[in-house]
């Protein structure tokens, strides 16, 4: 019995081999699609807005069957978050102590696909793409109208991600 499920095994393990490259020589698979896209969100304090943007693209990631992989950095990590937008982000479910605060480093700037700053990153870290978020108002002051423009956004950086995948 061992040795038939061995052999059953192997000609099965084969076959999957030949179908999986005959499909990528026709172009039936992408090789692009076996990556996940690495996002990371960078303010200067790491708690809101940074935090909050991380929260909400996995949500919608989620949402919309994406695989990404998104982190947070703070460049100077403080908890920024004043209690009514505790409130809010509370009724909103976003928990943006979920990761801890994570001071922003080189190597993390270097390792993500794309980086989305909301303040001027310190000149030592230099990632390969950069997207500028500075304009989204501030979450502890406006939060509906930062809110709107950040589910905007985001929306739109899953759209790009959809479509570079293709």
């Not at 190597?107 to 950069?130: G, Y």
């Amino acid at each position: 019995m061992g040795k038939l499920f061995s052999d059953r095994h192997r000609i099965n393990r084969r076959a999957t081999i030949i179908g999986t490259a005959a499909l990528l020589t026709t172009g039936c698979i992408s090789t692009k699609s076996a990556s996940t896209p690495r996002v990371l969100f960078v303010c200067q304090y790491g708690s809101v807005k940074s935090a909050i943007a991380r929260e909400l693209f996995r949500r919608r990631a989620s949402e919309r069957g994406i695989q990404v992989n998104a982190a947070s950095r703070g460049i100077t990590p403080q908890a920024h978050v004043s209690p009514a937008l505790r409130a809010l982000l509370n009724a909103d479910a976003i928990d943006t102590e979920r990761d801890g605060l994570n001071t922003l480093s080189a190597t993390d700037a270097k390792a993500a696909d794309i980086v989305i700053v909301f303040d001027k990153l310190p000149a030592e870290i230099a990632p390969n793409r950069v997207i500028d978020w500075s304009a989204v108002p501030s979450m502890n002051n406006s939060y509906p109208q930062a809110r709107a423009d950040l589910d905007r956004r985001i929306d739109a950086l899953l759209d790009m991600l959809v479509k570079e995948k293709e």
